[in-house]
């Protein structure tokens, strides 16, 4: 188990780049998610996938935001025209998926900050 | 719409004695799961603790224990015995049955005194 790895740690950026992070999910687990962590506030969910279908999306995830999981493995998240409000930590954890959240915990990566300048 | 409270943005505890950190939620659901998580400094999320709705038993983990008051929408952590690894950011979630997103609360920062 050599958890969640995401990359970039750190990514700056000026207002109106496009930008993309990776995720790599422990191997073995189906389930990924995406959240958004603001200063001073807790995460906010984004988006899931399971395998490499997309199940779920937040009405935060604007036209701008998409995400990907490929083959079901890895994810990108990329950012169209990025704005300063998006400067935030973007998390990525996985689950083995079985049973629910509850029986499936999520475990999460380091996390992407992004700052738009 | 689910949200979960955390009244207190800071706490300190000094090293070996006991803590508790308070959370409060509102939802319309009957059946749902509660959770603590632990974020350190510069290092990735953790699950400390997790407690079924239905449950009347309140959960624990080693030093770890809850007080899950369903009546009152209260699910508060105790951390007993605290240790200098323990000082992190915690947050309470929430997830109701069936359901995949998980809602946080803002966090309480806890520090621990030597």
């Known amino acids: 188990d050599t958890g969640v790895s995401q990359n970039p740690r750190h990514k700056i950026t000026k207002r109106g780049q496009n930008v993309t992070f990776r995720c790599d999910p422990i191997?073995?687990?189906?389930?990924l998610y995406w959240y958004r962590q603001t200063l001073g506030q807790g995460p906010e969910f984004l988006t899931y996938?399971?395998?490499?279908?997309?199940?779920?999306k937040s009405r935060l995830l604007s036209d701008r935001f998409s995400a990907e999981r490929p083959k079901g493995s890895f994810s990108t998240l990329e950012i169209q025209r990025t704005e300063q409000g998006d400067s935030a930590m973007y998390l990525c954890a996985s689950s083995l998926g079985r049973g629910g959240t509850y029986n499936s915990p999520l475990h999460f990566g380091n996390g992407t900050r992004l700052t738009v300048t | 719409a689910q949200t979960v409270t955390q009244s207190q943005p800071e706490m300190s505890v000094q090293e070996a004695e006991t803590v508790t950190l308070s959370c409060t939620y509102d939802?319309?659901?009957?059946?749902?799961?509660l959770f603590w998580y632990k974020q350190p400094p510069s290092r990735q999320m953790i699950l400390v603790i997790r407690q079924e709705a239905y449950k009347q038993q309140n959960a624990t983990e080693n030093r770890f224990s809850v007080n899950f008051q369903k009546a009152a929408k209260s699910f508060s952590l105790k951390i007993s015995d605290s240790q200098l690894g323990d000082a992190a950011m915690y947050f309470c979630?929430?997830?109701?049955?069936?359901?995949?997103?998980?809602?946080f609360g803002t966090g309480t920062r806890l520090t621990i005194i030597p």
């Open positions: 996938f399971q395998n490499e279908a997309q199940l779920e």
């Open positions: 939802t319309s659901e009957s059946d749902y799961y």
């Open positions: 191997s073995e687990h189906n389930r």
């Open positions: 979630a929430y997830v109701g049955f069936g359901n995949e997103k998980l809602t």
